[in-house]
């Protein structure tokens, strides 16, 4: 499949970025297509991109959703909301929503939910702790946050689905899984998958890897066969280490 590349800006960019980014990419890496692109800016540059990215490929993305479809929910954003800006991907669960906003697998399953009701792609990130790796339950966590953040979702509902397999202690650390690491637990989240849903419906949901990917480190993890694309965070915001790491998909 062709590799899906996001960029999750975090609470980090602005509207000079956006034109800066969108305009480097279109000249770099878009003239034809190396990856299929998204963004995923903070709520208030949604609009922006929206309106930098008509006429090119690059997708736009949002960072959470509320879980509500309305109402008294104060700071929150709904779903008709993002669809109002043509968003077509939206995290949930990073790891830190779950860690800073105590974000659990229950509210995690709600989200992925309604985004998929309302035909948004979740990109669900689940992902391990150092202190989990080392005591060797790296897989049942991982495995553990998959099963329940997708639980009584139909299977072609599933399919609709982005996974992101993000070791916490490789976020922003400049400490990335070897790509031998990462690509074993793609294997063991493709296998769940396949139970889940169906083999072929599985081999075509992208699994992604995140956790200081960068331009140096990108096509070699990319290159493996279970990795499909890159949720980015640091690098994302530098748009000549960004095309890099797309041409590392390529
Ligand atoms: P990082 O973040 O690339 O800065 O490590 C990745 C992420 O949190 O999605």
New binding site residues.
């Given amino acids: 499949m062709t590799k899906l590349v996001v960029g999750?800006w975090k609470m980090n960019g602005s509207r000079s970025l956006i034109e800066q980014m969108v305009e480097t990419l279109k000249q770099e890496v878009l003239n034809p297509p190396l990856a299929q692109v998204a963004i995923c800016p903070p709520f208030p540059l949604i609009p922006a991109l929206e309106s930098a990215v008509a006429q090119s490929s690059i997708g736009v993305g949002a960072q959470n959703v509320s879980n509500h479809l309305s109402g008294a929910y104060t700071g929150d954003v709904s779903v008709s909301m993002l669809k109002e800006f043509n968003v077509t991907y939206g995290i949930v669960g990073?790891s830190e929503r779950r860690s800073y906003f105590g974000e659990t697998d229950e509210l995690v399953q709600q989200k992925v939910k309604i985004l998929l009701e309302h035909g948004i792609r979740p990109i669900m990130c689940i992902g391990e702790s150092l202190e989990q790796r080392e005591s060797g339950e790296h897989e049942a966590t991982v495995l553990y946050q998959l099963v329940e953040g997708l639980k009584d979702i139909a299977a072609d509902q599933i399919a609709q689905c982005v996974i992101a397999y993000?070791p916490v202690w490789?976020?922003?650390t400049g400490k990335t899984a070897t790509p031998e690491q990462a690509n074993q637990m793609h294997q063991v989240i493709r296998t769940k998958l396949i139970e889940l849903t169906s083999e072929e419906s599985a081999k075509a949901i992208p699994i992604l890897y995140?956790?200081?990917?960068k331009g140096s480190n990108a096509a070699e993890l990319l290159n493996q066969s279970d990795i499909d694309g890159a949720?980015?965070?640091?690098?994302s915001l530098k748009p000549d280490d960004f095309c890099q790491i797309i041409r590392g998909a390529s």
């Fill in positions: 999750n990073h993000e490789a976020i922003g995140g956790g200081s990917v949720l980015v965070g640091g690098a």
